[in-house]
T-cell receptor, first 109, second 116 residues
């Protein structure tokens, strides 16, 4: 059975801090790893990482895929209160997404 | 593009009643997914379709749940009879498979279901 584990489950930081979120996976037929941000509604897409694209960056967010270690990290630098959300990691295994439980990030002013 | 459309956004019903959730995927997308999200179990895939055909329904909890996709622009998820433990947010998502296997799924706003 596919398995996606995220850590930590939650964390609280202050504005300006840097956070690092972790995701490890065990799947049968890895195609890609995706990061989503979920506030009070639907998950919204952040990044997709594949074997041919193991590092992505957008503004203060960046992500790296380590295919050898079967893991990924999501970094958020200079955090803002608007970064408060649940960050979900998902692994694409033959078009099916298996989600981790998510990391709840709370950024305090 | 309007994105994935779901209706209703909120549904409150009594135990034993039939519930039908609706989804309109993004035009041109050939994959459609139904998910359920709860605090206890997180986000779980229930079923997904490719070109209107159900491919994997192993996540459907039991026979009370059924899903259909009569055409490329419409899908339903039905619960009959509903039970309080079915209370959750149900998301529909769609994606484009294309030649590349690497695709992202776009989520609808979800339907918050409460079964009393």
């Amino acid at each position: 059975e596919d398995k996606v584990v995220q850590s930590p489950l939650s964390l609280v930081v202050h504005e300006g801090d840097t956070v690092t979120l972790n995701c490890s996976y065990e799947v049968t037929n890895f195609r890609s790893l995706l990061w989503y941000k979920q506030e009070k509604k639907a998950p919204t897409f952040l990044f997709m990482l594949t074997s041919s694209g193991i590092e992505k960056k957008s503004g203060r967010l960046s992500s790296i895929l380590d295919k050898k270690e079967l893991s990924s990290i999501l970094n958020i630098t200079a955090t803002q209160t608007g970064d408060s959300a649940i960050y979900l990691c998902a692994v694409n295994d033959d078009y099916k997404l298996s989600f981790g439980a998510g990391t709840t990030v709370t950024v305090r002013a | 593009d309007a994105g994935v459309i779901q209706s209703p956004r909120h549904e409150v019903t009594e135990m034993g009643q039939e519930v039908t959730l609706r989804c309109k995927p993004i035009s041109g997308h050939d994959y459609l997914f139904w998910y359920r999200q709860t605090m206890m179990r997180g986000l779980e895939l229930l079923i997904y379709f490719n070109n209107n055909v159900p491919i994997d329904d192993s996540g459907m909890p039991e026979d009370r749940f059924s899903a259909k996709m009569p055409n490329a622009s419409f899908s339903t998820l039905k619960i009959q009879p509903s039970e309080p433990r079915d209370s959750a947010v149900y998301f529909c998502a769609s994606s484009f498979g294309g030649e590349s296997s690497y695709n992202e799924q776009f989520f609808g706003p979800g339907t918050r279901l409460t079964v009393l």
